[in-house]
């Protein structure tokens, strides 16, 4: 879960801490402590060390229009619990659109020779102050022209009040009702975000889309509330950003807290979702399966840690703790995971140890295995190679 809540007086997000309510930090602590089909044959043959020419079934992607790539990185994420191994996608968090830090992939790097899979961004609108997405759009484009995957989750004020406030009652069923007052502010919520999403769409670039997360907490305006109304929030953001804004390279992942519980209240159905998972902290570093775990696999999606913190989630200065307890954690109690990824600051692989024996686990997927921007066959496997003829007057027994 994320670590602020909203309020009056506002400073500059600096990392997973964003604008706070003073008046609201002990309630927030309090929280915080309590965390512990269709078959079709894929024509499209992505270069690089994994392929998606033995994908031949997998889940429709949700969005009926989506792009053939869309469809392919989703077979490619339905084929992974299958694998011997190469089956889990690492992913780590650049932080807030105000304030990303482009390095930690870098550092992360340094230290295991390797760079995450995925790597996720995050469409934050502290006080109305969207900007522009140029900054967390150009970290994204590099990412996956170097053949990696990436993911944006989103965080939007209180169309109520206008500001960063979790507090402020929020009717959902007027947010959904098109005419209404509250639905002509959440489309223009939308639009923003629809524009940030339409400039990597138009470079051919596949998002793992992760909007209104943890509603099974009670931390956020749209969380702990009418399994019903929920529903339909999700389902008319999900028509109107792919029906309204033609936005068709989305993969829409429906993200839970761990431990929770109440998958079958807030669940939206089979052709809203692409993707489950949960967000999961863990105070030991170790993580036990989720209570979602079996529930959430039933629903024939891929399954994801879509956020993962080895430490309590309300301490930013984290101690590090080992990382190949993550991949440990997922073999044992998770098997089906296809990625997970980690938050950044004190939750960032970057501040943990034995990452380079994590990310060179059998089992992980690392940007240089794949290459999702490729749109082109590997050259053909060149013939073995024959024997030199033997000098003149040499005899071959």
Not at 61 to 84: F, H, I, M, Q
Not at 124 to 139: K, Q
Not at 154 to 172: C, E, K, Q, R, S
């Amino acid at each position: 879960m994320e670590k602020f809540p909203g309020g009056e007086i506002s400073v500059r997000p600096t990392g997973r801490g964003a604008p706070v309510n003073r008046k609201t930090m002990t309630s927030m602590n309090l929280f915080l402590r309590r965390w512990p089909q269709r078959t079709f044959a894929l024509a499209l043959l992505l270069a690089g060390s994994i392929l998606f020419s033995d994908v031949s079934i997998a889940s429709a992607a949700a969005d009926s229009n989506a792009t053939e790539k869309t469809k392919a990185v989703l077979a490619y994420l339905t084929s992974l619990p299958s694998r011997p191994d190469k089956k889990v996608l690492s992913g780590q968090f650049i932080g807030w659109m105000f304030s990303e830090d482009p390095g930690i992939f870098s550092r992360i790097n340094q230290m295991s020779g390797k760079t995450p899979a995925i790597m996720s961004g995050n469409y934050a609108d502290f006080g109305g102050e969207w900007g522009n997405f140029s900054s967390t759009n150009s970290l994204l484009v590099q990412h996956w022209n170097a053949g990696g995957l990436v993911e944006v989750a989103v965080h939007i004020d209180n169309p109520a009040t206008g500001t960063w406030d979790m507090d402020t009652y929020v009717d959902l069923v007027q947010l959904a009702t098109p005419g209404t007052a509250l639905n002509d502010k959440w489309n223009r919520e939308l639009d923003r975000i629809s524009s940030g999403l339409a400039d990597l769409q138009s470079k051919g670039i596949v998002v793992l889309f992760r909007p209104l997360l943890e509603m099974n907490g009670d931390w956020f305006w749209w969380g702990g509330r009418d399994g019903k109304q929920y529903r339909d929030l999700w389902i008319y953001t999900f028509n109107y950003m792919t029906k309204n804004k033609n936005l068709h390279n989305l993969l829409w992942v429906f993200a839970m807290n761990a431990n929770l519980g109440n998958v079958s209240t807030y669940y939206p159905g089979g052709q809203y979702v692409d993707v489950v998972g949960v967000d999961y902290y863990s105070s030991d570093g170790d993580f036990p399966v989720a209570d979602e775990y079996d529930e959430l696999k039933k629903l024939g999606k891929p399954f994801a840690l879509t956020e993962l913190g080895q430490c309590d989630p309300s301490d930013s200065n984290c101690p590090s703790k080992d990382s190949r307890q993550i991949i440990n954690s997922i073999k044992q109690e998770m098997p089906d995971v296809v990625y997970w990824s980690n938050w950044n600051e004190g939750w960032g692989l970057d501040n943990h140890l034995y990452v380079r024996e994590l990310l060179s686990d059998p089992w992980v997927v690392n940007r240089g295995d794949i290459n999702l921007a490729g749109t082109t066959p590997p050259p053909p496997t060149p013939p073995a190679p024959t024997a030199p003829a033997p000098p003149s007057g040499l005899k071959i027994q």
